[in-house]
């Protein structure tokens, strides 16, 4: 993938003296490549919703149940879906996004989760973009792999939040349990991501087609 | 690939990445909560607190399936008290737990007339297993500030952390690093109050610097002492289960059962003002 600088007009902005049109310039300026069109806004919205949603869930619900005896984090799979659908730039804002609703609802004072979150939807973009396909086995690997460093971070957030607690309890009182539960619940977020994004990556001509295709 | 790391995009979430998680966590530390994480405590506040309603009671239907065994034993005993309280229990329970949270609410207000109480609901709690913070509805609008206590009608539940303008974060006394001085109503025998990571996997806290000869039972009444900063005096914290005394040192520990829980309750009230208590005349 290239970084090149392209147009306003090929940004949507325009003859570039509107105020909507000069912001739209400015960020090409910058080189962000990053386009805001009517579709992206739409996708934004979307994951918005997503992201209150089992930003909620996660502190309400499943903090109350508790399966496996831990809370299982949404969000990360959610970072994870969404970058594997809309690559690494979602992916980054997306993780950036996620680890501070999570860590303002019902975060400690450390707050180390951005650190996770970012790097997972850059990596999982990038991935999916250069490496691997974005199919349900490579969603599987990412979910797998990430579950593992967020035990990883529960694990030392335990261990240095926990006042008493000894490595052996961080790993089988908070660690484990935790990635067992994000393994079991990451299955939501990205069932939610696959359905809901899946619209934006086809044309109705191409979906209609296909469906004649299989049925 | 490399393009990506190399392009402005990467380099502002680098540094907006790195602005979130030093910002928050230097100005939490220092007591201060920052503008962007209260807003978006105060815009998801209400719908968190909706949220938390609609899983209590899922909570509720699924602890039949997850928790049979403690169901099947609590269903015997309770068929046994259903006969003396199918009276009261008829028709009317939300108007009865309204009634007992008021009747709380003003028996405490009567025990402690210096106090200024805010009532608060808890609408969600700690998003980690390790986390044991809750989160109330109101915050400073109510008048409710950092490191007030919040109290139920049995006794006490932990203090106020962090504070919006609608909302309120508060760490609960089971919180490992938190310790609370306390005494034996019975016998004024003075001690501190504190939470160890194995006894608040029981839900049980420890009682410790008794004196040698300190006067403590189990089954007894076990209160704030006011003495510390956070805690007025005379709240209940919870009943002796056991005494230890130590064979070596002589020293005495007890563990205490809480009297009020985060569990039990969803309903709580903070505590914004009380006269300070000394023993100066």
Not at chain 1, 188 to 198: A, D, G, I, Y
């Amino acid at each position: 993938m290239k970084y090149t600088r392209k147009s306003p007009d090929a940004l949507g902005a325009g003859d570039g003296t509107s105020f909507p049109s000069r912001i739209l310039g400015k960020l090409n300026s910058w080189r962000l490549s990053f386009s805001i069109d009517g579709q992206a806004v739409a996708k934004g919205v979307i994951i918005a919703v997503f992201i209150v949603f089992f930003s909620i869930t996660q502190t309400t619900l499943l903090s109350r149940l508790r399966p496996f005896g831990a809370v299982p984090d949404l969000l990360l799979p959610l970072v994870v879906a969404v970058a594997m659908a809309e690559r690494e730039k979602w992916g980054a804002i997306v993780g950036l996004i996620c680890a501070f609703v999570i860590d303002a609802l019902g975060g400690v004072t450390v707050m180390l989760l951005p650190l996770l979150y970012v790097p997972v939807g850059i990596f999982c973009g990038l991935l999916t973009t250069y490496r691997f396909r974005d199919s349900i086995p490579v969603a599987a690997l990412f979910t797998v792999v990430t579950s593992v460093l967020r035990f990883f971070v529960s694990f030392l957030l335990a261990l240095f939040t926990v006042h008493g607690v000894t490595p052996l309890q961080a790993l089988l009182d908070f660690a484990l349990p935790g990635l067992f539960a994000n393994l079991i619940f990451a299955v939501f977020p990205h069932l939610f991501v696959r359905l809901s994004m899946r619209p934006f990556h086809k044309t109705r001509a191409e979906r209609t087609e296909e469906n004649d295709r299989v049925f | 690939m490399s393009g990506f790391f190399k392009s402005k995009f990467f380099y502002i979430v680098a540094v907006l990445t790195l602005a979130a998680v030093i910002v928050p966590t230097v100005l939490c530390s220092m007591g201060l909560t920052p503008v962007l994480r209260s807003a978006v405590n105060t815009v998801l506040m209400p719908v968190q607190k909706l949220s938390d309603k609609a899983a209590g009671a899922i909570e509720g239907f699924t602890s039949y399936f997850t928790a049979f065994d403690r169901m099947k034993e609590e269903n015997a005993r309770l068929k046994e008290e259903l006969a003396s309280l199918r009276e009261e229990v008829a028709g009317a329970r939300e108007i009865k737990e309204k009634y007992d949270w008021m009747s709380d609410f003003l028996e405490l207000k009567m025990l402690h007339h210096d106090y200024e109480l805010v009532p608060a609901v808890i609408s969600g709690r700690g998003s980690a297993s390790y986390s044991n913070v809750f989160m109330l509805d109101a915050g400073k609008i109510s008048g409710i500030e950092r490191g007030m206590p919040v109290v139920s009608g049995d006794g006490i539940l932990g203090y106020i952390a962090e504070v919006g303008p609608t909302w309120s974060k508060a760490v609960s006394v089971m919180e490992a690093s938190s310790s609370v001085g306390a005494y034996v109503e019975r016998s004024g025998a003075i001690g501190v109050i504190e939470a160890e990571y194995d006894l608040s996997l029981k839900g049980i806290l420890k009682m410790s610097y008794l004196d040698e000869d300190a006067d403590i039972k189990v089954g007894d009444r076990i209160l704030t002492s006011g003495y510390g900063s956070v805690y007025p005096r005379s709240l209940v914290i919870g009943y002796v289960e056991t005494v230890k005394t130590d064979d070596l040192t002589r020293s005495i520990t007890a563990t205490v059962r809480p009297a009020s829980t985060l569990d039990q309750v969803s309903e709580v009230m903070v505590v914004t003002e009380y006269e300070v208590y000394s023993e100066e005349p």
